[in-house]
């Protein structure tokens, strides 16, 4: 009997050749590569990886299977999966089923059997591009008509995937849920673009409540929970297509509220501010990228999930092209390839980072930055409140900055 065939069809015509791997059928993304050695199902949940096919750098998955509680997300995002060594089957006190089943179940497309070096290799000459898993029925289909179906979907250039992603009812993530005795310190309202379960939990963790809101929140909706501070989570697409989201931070920081984002949210930061942002060749993927914090002279390894990024001045303190948020630095920068890794406005409260500081699964370099924006709000006056003159507020918002927790040294 005939073993079905899989096949990885790449946009510039490059085939890789396989085993099906979870549902059979045909899967459609942009092929991207994530080098992290472990965490493959906090990967496959994350939602900034909707519409893409994930290719796994580490060669063994699957070999702690999966359970209910690591997931970052409602369901897996990824459109399809691409592995080296497929784990036969699990071994983990924790497993509660296969990775296979669980891509069955969710009808999750993937293929193994193929050699990952290759494919990481391409993407990194060629660049992230469209491409296809076929498997099944679909692989023994002219190659020709493969090509053309790849070649015929979206590309992620101009795709608007933030609202696809959020929730569409707002809920509550409260301290107690997560351990914390003490009387809540403040409010956050979280914009959910894609962020992952992990984010409001660490907030939740040090005694801040967070009130997840849809991607199409407006600034009516932020103030009707009255928080202390406002959150952009990460989330997939490009950042060029989050127009509704520019605006609505745009009053966040004529509001004088205090402001964090991370990945998605940092690029829809620099938009706020006036700068570009535009698509890397390849992006950043994986649990082991280093960054700079040029405030500390510190290295940090960091969790990231972006393909695009922000285009601002690295080489000094600029005034923000929206020239009424004032003078903006760029806070990180990445070690690997240059690239703009944080932002920090110097006179309105905000400050934001591509990568990802709730970083499940691992490393936790960064969760200093929780910490960071919790000693923000403590020091931003409110809007409107006595002596809540900007210099004060500046001068309080530069210390918490400069403010490393225990777990970060």
Request: charged residues 25%; proline residues 6%; glycine residues 10%.
């Amino acid at each position: 009997m005939n073993q079905p065939k899989a096949v990885l069809v790449l946009e510039d015509g490059t085939l890789f050749h396989g085993q099906p791997y979870g549902a059979i059928g045909t899967a459609l993304g942009e092929a991207v590569f994530a080098t992290g050695m472990t965490g493959y199902q906090e990967t496959i949940t994350d939602p900034s990886y909707a519409r893409q096919l994930v290719v796994q750098t580490a060669p063994h998955i699957g070999n702690t299977g999966v359970n209910d509680e690591d997931a970052e997300s409602r369901k897996i995002w990824v459109s399809g999966y691409i592995v080296r060594d497929a784990a036969r089957r699990p071994s983990n006190w924790r497993a509660q089923r296969s990775l296979d089943e669980e891509l069955i179940a969710q009808g999750i497309i993937g293929i193994q059997g193929v050699d990952t070096r290759a494919v990481t290799r391409h993407l990194r000459e060629r660049g992230a591009m469209r491409a296809a898993i076929f498997s099944g029925a679909a692989a023994e289909r002219p190659v020709d008509e493969l090509l053309a179906q790849v070649r015929a979907s979206a590309p992620m250039e101009g795709a608007k995937l933030a609202e696809e992603v959020s929730v569409h009812e707002a809920y509550v993530v409260e301290p107690a849920e997560h351990g914390w005795t003490g009387p809540v310190k403040h409010t956050v309202a979280a914009l959910d673009l894609g962020i992952k379960a992990m984010t409001p939990q660490r907030f939740a963790e040090r005694g801040v409540r967070v009130h997840v809101l849809p991607a199409s929140a407006t600034l009516a909706d932020i103030r009707a929970v009255a928080p202390d501070g406002v959150f952009m989570s990460n989330g997939p697409g490009d950042p060029a297509t989050a127009d509704d989201q520019v605006r609505v931070l745009r009053e966040v920081l004529d509001a004088k509220l205090p402001f964090f984002g991370i990945c998605f949210g940092n690029q829809i930061l620099g938009r706020a501010l006036g700068f570009g942002t535009y698509k890397l060749r390849y992006g950043h993927r994986g649990i082991n990228q280093p960054v700079l914090d040029r405030a500390t002279g510190k290295v940090e390894i960091t969790s990231q999930n972006h393909g695009f990024a922000v285009d601002a001045p690295k080489e000094r303190i600029s005034d923000a092209p929206e020239a009424r948020f004032g003078r903006v630095e760029v806070s990180h920068i990445s070690l690997n390839d240059n690239v703009v890794e944080g932002l920090r406005c110097l006179d309105v409260p905000a400050f934001s980072v591509q990568y990802h500081p709730e970083a499940a699964a691992g490393p936790h370099d960064s969760a200093y930055l929780f910490d960071r924006f919790i000693e923000l709000m403590s020091s931003t006056p409110k809007p409107g409140a006595e002596g809540a003159d900007q210099d004060s507020t500046h001068g309080e918002m530069q210390a918490a900055g400069s403010t490393q927790d225990k777990d970060a040294k």
